[in-house]
């Protein structure tokens, strides 16, 4: 389909000359283009050809801000720029038919380029991460277009996490920052985040799309003291005047310290996390880190039959 731009024989007839642009009878378009329709990136050299098949019109040419022609008599002109820049370019072939009349079409060209810089940001933040919090990440994308064939893609490690598309119609560069709510836990200490942006132009767009991935980011999250209950479980009999020795360890980031209390509230310390118990009553083994402080309390109890019981 082609615009009728102007029409002698239709002046002073609007309605009718609706009727003959929009209606079945309209006749074929006599203007062809090859290739019909082009992705370009920013820069790069385009070539097309505008041909016609009529054989009774008085010239045609290219109306663009770029490599535009004259009127020309001839059956083909060529729109040639050796490199596209301008992002709103609308080339237009048209030809001037004997009856005064002008035709045109527009050629659809989309330009695109990658981004200039991509990194990933924490928002609001800097340092180690606290398990269970949440946090934002960012993605800075500088320089993309056009942003409706733009793909964010969130990963961690290799895991797809999320996809960000984008609904604006601006055929110039963005800047965009899509962002990320993480909440990490502890076996996400050293996972690497990345984004990445990917330019899905359609089937006339290069193949693979091209992409641009930022470095990564790799948090470090602290997480805090978990006491292993497994080593006080046990049933050991303990015998008055013979020690026994309880054990408290915890796995935590960064590294707990270790501390136990005896009855109710007096610190008795060794090193390690191994205390030589001689007495009965309730020991409270407390495990800090900057994160958090986990603690068990065991009682021991002297008999025959010694017994450590577990309170929580
Ligand atoms: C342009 O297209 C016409 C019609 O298909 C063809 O005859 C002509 O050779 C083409 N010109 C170029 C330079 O490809
Ligand atoms: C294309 O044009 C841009 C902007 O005018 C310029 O920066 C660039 O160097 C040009 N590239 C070529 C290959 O001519
Ligand atoms: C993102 O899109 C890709 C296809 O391009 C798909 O494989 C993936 O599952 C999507 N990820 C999410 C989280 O939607
Ligand atoms: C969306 O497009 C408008 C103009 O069309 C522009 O002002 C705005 O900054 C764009 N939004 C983003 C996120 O780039
Ligand atoms: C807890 O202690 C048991 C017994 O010594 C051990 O097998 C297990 O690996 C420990 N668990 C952790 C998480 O360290
Ligand atoms: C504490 O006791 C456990 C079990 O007997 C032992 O494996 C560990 O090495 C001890 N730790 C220290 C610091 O003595
Ligand atoms: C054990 O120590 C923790 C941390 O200091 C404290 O909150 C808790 O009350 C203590 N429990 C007992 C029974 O002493
Ligand atoms: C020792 O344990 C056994 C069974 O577990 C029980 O029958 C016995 O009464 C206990 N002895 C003492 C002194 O508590």
Redesign the pocket.
């Given at each position: 389909m082609c615009e009728i731009i102007f029409s002698r024989i239709f002046l002073g007839f609007p309605v009718l000359l609706l009727w003959m642009a929009g209606g079945p009878t309209h006749a074929a378009c006599p203007i062809e283009l090859n290739p019909p329709r082009l992705v370009v990136r920013y820069g790069d050299a385009v070539s097309v050809n505008c041909s016609t098949s009529s054989t009774d019109h008085e010239g045609m040419g290219w109306e663009a801000t770029f490599g535009g022609t004259g009127l020309e008599e001839v059956n083909f002109v060529i729109w040639n720029v050796e490199n596209l820049t301008d992002w709103t370019i609308q080339p237009k072939c048209y030809i001037t038919t004997k009856d005064g009349g002008q035709r045109s079409k527009l050629f659809p060209v989309v330009l695109y380029k990658t981004p200039d810089s991509m990194s990933i940001s924490v928002l609001s933040h800097s340092g180690p991460m606290v398990e269970g919090r949440e946090y934002q990440l960012q993605c800075n994308i500088q320089s993309i277009a056009p942003l409706r064939n733009l793909v964010v893609k969130w990963y961690k490690g290799n895991e797809p996490l999320d996809n960000v598309t984008y609904s604006n119609a601006s055929k110039t560069p963005e800047d965009v920052s899509p962002t990320l709510m993480i909440i990490p836990s502890k076996d996400d200490d050293g996972a690497q985040y990345k984004c990445r942006a990917e330019l899905d132009l359609g089937p006339e767009g290069p193949q693979p799309h091209p992409t641009v991935t930022s470095e990564p980011l790799t948090v470090t999250v602290h997480y805090k003291p978990r006491i292993n209950v497994s080593r006080l479980t046990e049933r050991i009999p303990v015998f008055r005047g013979y020690p026994e020795e309880l054990v408290c360890e915890a796995e935590g980031y960064p590294q707990p310290r270790i501390q136990w209390?005896y009855d109710?509230?007096k610190p008795v310390s060794e090193a390690g996390g191994n205390l030589t118990v001689f007495e009965a009553g309730?020991y409270?083994c407390?495990a800090t880190n900057d994160v958090d402080?986990s603690?068990i309390?065991v009682e021991v109890v002297l008999n025959g039959n010694g017994t450590f019981i577990k309170?929580y």
């Open positions: 209390h109710p509230a309730l409270n407390t402080t603690f309390v309170l």
